[in-house]
Structure formats: structure tokens, C-alpha cells
């Protein structure tokens, strides 16, 4: 078995074909996600109305993403959300081809039942003739995830949101689901093309994970192991087999955030919600959005004081994993930020 060079934002991010070439597929490191974003914009337009349309859209994120950091804390999520959407319909269009004629909806509703605990997250059904930019942009995250309605509890999608689980278990009084990945090798052997991960974990744990369906061993050292491998069609991996192998490691399920030190991934034992970080983020920043816009006088209401610490943790750290996560994934490239602090 010989061990494989990780390229095209494998294991995490990589797709079967770039919208652009930046980097020579290798990770990314960038001061300034708006200026990159641009720069993005600029080599994926193949006409002058296109791209207009696109910088008109990243000017808004960028404004509202801005005015967000300065803000109180209850004025933040509807300004973020405004971050968000703009930027996804950049996403959804840099991936898709739906352009500025197009009717653009939030494709998304919520319903507060006046407590945290019983709201619920509407991504509505897709349209052919308007674009609902909560399906098109949580399909690229979540390949398989229905074309019709989807009903989520908002509290229960936020247990899978990685930067703010070890509040979310305090809180709630539950034990934590994540099993951290310690160490991981991308590998080839013969024209198999293998995903071996060192984790972390108990012997409980490790019986969990199995009956989520992920393959589980132990290896001569003793060290939990998580393998997951495709059959490549040569003996010499292509950026298909890196893309088909991240797909079924993402399918299994896969959580990660982003940190100083890069990547931090992780396998989980909960067997519902198993959204990705990127749509959960997303989904919940409409949800805190919508309160914030209809109901701002039901803010502490709807939330207990325990959870309006979880929202605070929530909006403190989220929006930035969104920003460069959403990025690496659309681009099928890792994506660090240079010289700054998570």
C-alpha cells in the first residue's frame, strides 16, 4: 500500500470539475475573502452582464456582513442572513446558470411556536420558473437532500453544528456525538484508492459509529480506525476518484470547522439531522434572521437564557466558518485564512 498525495480539497471538498483554476488545485490561503471573492467572480464570468450581476451581489454581502460585526448581538442574525443570501446566489450561480433575469426567493420559512425548542425551519420545494435559493445553495452541500418541502426542528439541526456542540450537550444535558479524526492518509493499492482515519474514541463509541455505517476496525497498534475506499478505473488516482472517494466519506458523514491550525474533522454517532456545516449554518441564520425582523420583541422569549448564550456562541463563531467552508466547498478547493485568529 502506498500512501497518495491529498490534491483538489480532498478528503473534505473536492468535486468532479473546478469552476476555476486557482492554485494549482493545492489549499488556498487568503487575507481578504471579499477581495478573493472577486477575483473568483472575474475568472468565472464569460460575459460583461454576468459578471456585473455577481459584483453587485458580492458589494451587498460584503456591506451586510460588515455592518453585522459591529452590531449588537440581537441585531446581528437578519444582517448576516443578508450576507448569506447574497453570496449564495453567487454560489448557486457560479455552480449553476440561472442569471440576473431570474426571480430570486428565499425558498425558505420559518414557524417560532414561541419557544427555540419546538421552531421549525421550512426549506421549501424547488421551482423551475423562480430560483429558491435555500434549495439550490443546500443541495451543493447536501447532494441527496429532497427537491420537496423539508420540515427540520431548528433546535435538533443544531446539534450537528460542530462549533457550537459542546455548549448545545451542556445546555441540553446530553451526551456529545462528534468523534474527533486524529490522524488521517490518503493511500492506493493496486487500483483501489483507500481513506484510512485514526480516531479517537471508546469502545462505545466505536459501536455507535458502526451502526451508523461507517467501517470501523482496530489496527496493530491498537488505534480505532475508520476506512472508507473506491475502485479506480487506472492504477493512477484522477480528480474523478479523489472527487467519488470525498463523496463517499461525505456521504457516511463527515464535520469539521475550521481553525488556526487548519481542518478539524470529525465522525458522528447521532444517526438523525446529519446535515452538513455549511447548510446548517445557513438554514439557522434564516431562522435567527426571521426573529429578528418579525418577532424582535419575542427575542427572549423564545429563548431561554442558557440558549440565548448558545445563540451569542452561535453568532460569535459561525459566520466565519460559513464564509470560508461555503467558499472551500463551491470551489472544491481548501480554503485558510492567512494571518488572522478563528
Not at 494549482?24 to 490561503?29: A, I, Y
Not at 480528480?239 to 465522525?267: P, Q, V
Not at 454517532?269 to 431562522?287: G, H, K, L, P, V
Amino acid at each position: 500500500m502506498v500512501e497518495v498525495e491529498e490534491k483538489y480539497g480532498f478528503p473534505l471538498f473536492a468535486r468532479q470539475s473546478s469552476v476555476v483554476n486557482l492554485g494549482k488545485n493545492e489549499k488556498l490561503v487568503i487575507s481578504d475573502i471579499w477581495s478573493f471573492w472577486d477575483y473568483v467572480i472575474k475568472k468565472a464570468s464569460s460575459d460583461r452582464k454576468g459578471e456585473e450581476f455577481l459584483r453587485s451581489l458580492l458589494e451587498q454581502a460584503k456591506h451586510f456582513y460588515q455592518s453585522a460585526e459591529g452590531s449588537p448581538v440581537k441585531s446581528q442574525p437578519l444582517l448576516y442572513y443578508y450576507s448569506f443570501l447574497n453570496l449564495s446566489k453567487i454560489m448557486i450561480n457560479i455552480r449553476g446558470s440561472f442569471g440576473p433575469s431570474k426571480m430570486y426567493m428565499h425558498g425558505m420559512k420559518e414557524d417560532h411556536k414561541h419557544k427555540f425548542i419546538n421552531s421549525e425551519i421550512v426549506k421549501q420545494r424547488q421551482k423551475h420558473q423562480i430560483v429558491q435559493v435555500a434549495h439550490e445553495l443546500v443541495s451543493l452541500f447536501d447532494s441527496g437532500i429532497t427537491t420537496g418541502d423539508l420540515t427540520l426542528n431548528s433546535k435538533n439541526i443544531l446539534n450537528h453544528c460542530v462549533g457550537v456542540h459542546r455548549a448545545y450537550s451542556e445546555i441540553y444535558n446530553q451526551p456529545e456525538i462528534f468523534v474527533r479524526i486524529r490522524k488521517y492518509g490518503l493511500y492506493k493499492h493496486g487500483k483501489k484508492l483507500i481513506f484510512k482515519a485514526i480516531l479517537q474514541c471508546s469502545s462505545s463509541q466505536s459501536t455507535e459509529l458502526i451502526a451508523r455505517g461507517y467501517d470501523i476496525s482496530s489496527d496493530e497498534d491498537g488505534n480505532t480506525v475508520y476506512t472508507e475506499s473506491i475502485t479506480m478505473a487506472s492504477y493512477q488516482p484522477k480528480r474523478t476518484d479523489y472527487a467519488a472517494l470525498s463523496t463517499e466519506i461525505k456521504n457516511k458523514g463527515i464535520w469539521y470547522f475550521i481553525g488556526n491550525s487548519g481542518y478539524t474533522m470529525y465522525l458522528s454517532t447521532c444517526a438523525d439531522n446529519r446535515y452538513s456545516q455549511e447548510s446548517i449554518i445557513y438554514m439557522m441564520m434564516f431562522y435567527l434572521g426571521s426573529i429578528t425582523r418579525y418577532h424582535p420583541y419575542m427575542f427572549d422569549k423564545i429563548f431561554s437564557d442558557k440558549e440565548q448564550w448558545l445563540m451569542s456562541e452561535f453568532l460569535g463563531t459561525q459566520p466565519k466558518q460559513f464564509l470560508y467552508l461555503a467558499t472551500a466547498n463551491i470551489l472544491g478547493q481548501s480554503v485558510l485564512k492567512a494571518y488572522a485568529s478563528f
